[in-house]
């Protein structure tokens, strides 16, 4: 009894006490889906999502919309020929059905090294077209329903603006050859394969450097007028933007004004903004960089929300949940610290600058 005397007493006198001191000035902490207007994503892995707690908890809490960071990759949805495995991205349906939130399927078709071993090996243009059809087929149709919208293509423009056409990458890794085996023209039959597949989905086309490659960003205007002229069916734009803090801000506003020009839908598919351009091996963030990383994270959301209609707004995904598991450093083999959580989940100045570009 006198614990609980105690405790009640206890509890009638602290929000008097905060009421004075700290309440008047404390704005409540806001999560990015409820300060935004438009879905806030973020691509996620599946095995992360069920293992870690924290993960999932600020998955749960900041987005509205989920995108699959490999697990709905060709690779891994058809390791083999013949064979669909939809495991690791039922855990992400399941996921985003029960916690009511959208998903974006990435990606049918790109030519890169993480579509399967089999589908490199096929040189002949007929076998090709056969089996992507029977793939977009296949998987839109086992997604109908599940996903609101799909990347049909990813990447086919190389920097010049052309339909890139290249065996090899740079250090001499096997790629999916679409432009010369398929043709020139492969992009816009895909694009019809997936609206037969799935009539309800929003077929996007996924890029990423409009900002910084003017020639590409006036490629991809230039097919979706094509598109439009033709009646090929597409409704939006994927930008990735994986920028860095030194990304001039007039090209992240013509790439998002040219795309809006369209008229389709504008989708930041893959945000992260990087503090170590240089790729120094020895790079620790200062609180300089942060703050530089703050101002891009808040010119890119506030630009977005200004430039692009809001009927247009299809959302901003930022690509991972936290410095800790985001692809950068793997990829550019140098420490970064690229999104607005870091490590251990704690909202980093970068968080405040999207809120900030919300307002
Ligand atoms: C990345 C994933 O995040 C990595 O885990 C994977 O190893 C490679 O692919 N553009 C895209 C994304 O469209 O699919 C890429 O995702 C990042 C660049």
Redesign the pocket.
């Known amino acids: 009894m006198k614990s609980l005397f105690f405790f009640t007493g206890l509890a009638c006198l602290v929000p008097f006490a905060f009421h004075l001191d700290e309440r008047p000035s404390a704005a409540p902490a806001q999560t990015l889906q409820e300060a935004s207007p438009f879905p806030i994503g973020f ?1 996620i892995n599946p095995a992360t999502l069920q293992r870690n707690a924290a993960y999932r908890q600020t998955v749960t809490q900041e987005v509205n919309s989920l995108t699959a ?2 697990a709905m ?1 060709p690779s891994r949805i058809s390791p083999q020929k013949g064979v669909y495995d939809f495991g690791k991205a039922a855990i992400l349906i399941d996921f985003a059905q029960a916690q009511k939130k959208r998903v974006h399927g ?2 049918l078709v ?1 030519f890169i090294d ?1 579509s399967p071993a089999w589908l490199k090996q096929i040189r002949d243009s007929t076998e090709l077209e056969n089996t992507l059809k029977t793939y977009i087929q296949t998987v839109g149709t086992h997604f109908k329903g599940k996903v609101a919208s799909w990347d049909v293509v ?2 086919a423009f190389n920097d010049q603006g052309g339909i890139r056409t290249d065996s090899l990458n740079k250090s001499g890794k096997t790629l999916l050859n679409l432009g010369k085996i398929l043709g020139q023209d492969y992009v816009a039959r895909m694009f019809q394969y997936a609206r037969a597949a799935d009539p309800n989905a929003r077929l996007f086309y ?1 890029e ?1 450097g409009q900002e910084t490659r003017p020639a590409k960003l006036a490629a991809v205007v230039a097919m979706v007028t094509d598109f439009k002229r033709r009646g090929i069916p597409i409704n939006g734009l994927g930008l ?1 933007m ?1 920028i860095n803090i030194d990304t001039p801000d007039s090209g992240i506003e013509e790439a998002l004004r040219k795309s809006a020009e369209t008229g389709l839908l504008v989708h930041i598919s ?1 945000l992260d903004i990087a503090l170590n351009p240089g790729k120094k091996k020895d790079f620790s963030a200062t609180p300089e960089l942060l703050e530089k990383q703050y101002q891009k994270y808040k010119f890119v959301v506030s630009t977005y929300k200004k430039v692009v209609p809001a009927p247009q707004q299809f959302g901003i995904t930022l ?2 949940v936290d410095d800790g598991t985001s ?1 950068i450093p ?1 990829y550019c083999q140098c420490p970064d610290y690229v999104l607005p959580f870091d490590a251990t989940f704690a909202k980093k100045r970068a968080h405040q600058g999207f809120l900030d570009g919300l307002k």
């Open positions: 691509a960071d490999v990759k990435h990606a790109w993480t990813n990447e996924n990423y990735q994986h893959e690509w991972g692809w793997g």
